[in-house]
């Protein structure tokens, strides 16, 4: 019997988190649990399998709070920090499994390598530091991940590419602005659909939310979930109730099954 995915959104927030520091914005404020978003990330699990998309600064933090005591493999959509600044939080894993493996461009891993240097050593490695089994990825390429097959999903972060991935029906995009039409053939038929919702007003490198369900609507899945939502987007409360019926805000620890 074929079994399922289990997918634990660890973060839904935009890079600089919600609440912002020293904001006194409404929604900083907010006293709604679902209105603290730490940085976007997803845990997709099934059989005995565990494997994150992007690590970014929340990442220690994200692992500890769902209790992800093994890690197989980190998918990477791109460089940005809020995407990969946690990478040296793998460290717990590494030393009780070994290298732990990373799935990206080889730009991404470029800058990975300058960044965190000191992962990457081959010589004179700091005895702490965490190794990783590097797996470059391109697009029409798809690749295995435990027992399943990674459809990548290429778009546009502003000048930026960015990779989205599949795995059976479900399908996660984040930091998307535009996504070509040959790549939305990838994504059609999905369940379930995660795409980024910065906030209303346009964005130069974002869907805003205008953008976000006009795309959910060409693409048609069961059910859509919004991520990578600032603080300006509004209450949690409030933008769920203006949502068509099959599209929900994501938030924080939200798990779901298909």
Known sequence: MK???KITFLGTGTSQGVPVIGSTHPVCLSTDSRDKR????????????????????DFRQQMLTNHVNRLDGILFTHEHSDHTAGIDDIRPYFFRQGDIPIYAHERVVASLRKRFDYIFATENRYPGAPSVMINTIGSNQPFKIGNKTVVPIEADHNRLKVFGFRV??????????????????KIKGSKV?????????PHHSHFNLEEALAFVKKMEPETAYLTHISHLLGFHADV???LPKNVHLAFDNLVIEL
């Open 3 to 5: 079994k399922g995915l």
């Open 38 to 57: 730490l940085r976007v990330s997803v845990l997709i699990s099934w059989d005995n399998y565990n494997y994150v998309i992007d690590c970014g600064p």
């Open 168 to 185: 059976d029906d479900f399908t996660y995009l984040t930091d998307a602005k535009t996504v070509s039409e040959v790549e939305q053939e």
């Open 193 to 201: 659909l995660v795409v980024n919702a910065l906030r209303e007003e």
């Open 240 to 242: 769920e109730k203006k």
